[in-house]
């Protein structure tokens, strides 16, 4: 296939606000040992971008300084060693960066099939979010049928994907948002209960919905002033799964209840890992998550769909938290 020698691609001018991000004509990259380009068809717009462009999440060592850590599209050449993936397929994968441009370099094991019913748009939203989920959730907190999971933050992209997910495998989900539309949107989703934390103590619902016995999973984004509630409202044996920290990652707790109750602190970053452990929940998804998604019973609920040139507005409405789903950039029509 005819690949240009340059693209179009973001880059961040410094650290700093949405006012640093810029449009460039770059060479397009090749794909090493194992690797594909990808000719990009969309790329997900993910919190972790916004905290690079900020200055607090760099690429791993290796990776290029581009933003973007899911796409999907077709690929146009392999690197030596691909042996799985053809030019021509259509894929979404996981990536370290890159993904804000009309071509990307993914490591092979990382790349995954459009799921029948899906546009190449809503599959460019699976990965990033996808992966975190199950990981998370499943691998790390050990969610299983008839358990209860608190999402906070369950009308973002990771928060709907959770709350459909857990469901799916047959659990109890509740949720907290910040207004009523996205209440009704986490319940549409399959959410049990949902919290409108502006005007609920979503520690009191807990509590109120589980008759006082707490929920055995919490996923939490927020960090700081959550982490000591959270633990209050974890069941015996619960786990608490931390994977950002929206505001403060420092909290003063006591770690008595965590003694009394037998209960699990953890969390993970997945951008930084290897692509051998990233290609093992690559393996589980395709096992146990795809299946779902070809039938239809999950699926990415896009919010908003921006073209490359317009990064910046699809950064401003990232934080903005005024999104409900994912916020998508548009690449190739």
């Known amino acids: 296939m005819a690949i240009p020698e340059t693209m179009r691609q973001v880059r961040f001018e410094g650290a700093g606000g949405p006012e640093v991000i810029r449009l ?4 397009v990259p090749s794909p090493g040992k194992g690797q594909v380009l990808i000719e990009v068809a969309a790329a997900g717009v993910n919190r972790p971008d916004c905290l690079q462009r900020a200055g607090g999440y760099p690429p791993p060592p290796g990776a290029t300084d581009i933003p973007g850590l899911e796409v999907s599209g077709r690929i146009v050449a392999l690197g030596d060693g691909v042996e799985r993936l053809q030019v021509g397929e259509e ?3 996981l990536v370290a960066s890159g993904g804000y441009a009309e071509y990307c370099v993914a ?5 995954l099939p459009i799921p029948g019913p899906l546009s190449l748009l809503e599959a460019g939203g699976i990965p990033e979010t996808y992966f975190t989920v199950y990981d998370n959730v499943f691998t790390r907190g050990r969610l299983k049928a008839g358990e209860t999971l608190l999402v906070h933050g369950g009308s973002s992209g990771i928060g709907s994907t959770a709350i459909q997910l857990a469901k799916q495998a047959g659990a109890i989900v509740y949720a907290t ?11 549409s989703l399959g959410a049990d209960a949902a919290i409108n934390y502006r005007n609920q103590d979503f520690v009191e619902e807990v509590r109120n919905l589980t008759d006082k016995r707490g929920v055995d999973v919490v996923l939490d984004m927020v960090g700081a002033p959550y982490i000591a509630r959270n633990l209050s409202i974890l069941a015996l044996e619960g786990r ?6 929206l505001q403060s990652s420092k909290a003063e707790i006591d770690f008595t209840p965590v003694m009394i109750r037998r209960l699990t602190i953890t969390g993970s970053t997945l951008r930084p890992r290897s692509v051998e452990l990233k290609a093992a929940i690559a393996e589980a998804l395709r096992r146990n998550v795809w299946p779902l998604l070809e039938k ?7 919010h908003a769909t921006f073209p490359l040139e317009e990064a910046r507005a699809a950064h401003e409405l990232m934080e903005s938290s005024a999104h409900q789903g994912k916020i998508m950039l548009e690449i190739r029509r």
């Open 177 to 187: 948002a910040g207004s009523q539309e996205k209440c009704d949107f986490c319940r």
């Open 296 to 302: 239809g019973a999950v699926r990415p609920v896009l």
């Open 240 to 245: 608490l799964v931390q994977i950002a920290f």
């Open 24 to 27: 460039e004509n770059a060479p």
């Open 107 to 111: 490591d092979e094991p990382l790349c």
């Open 91 to 93: 894929v979404c994968a």
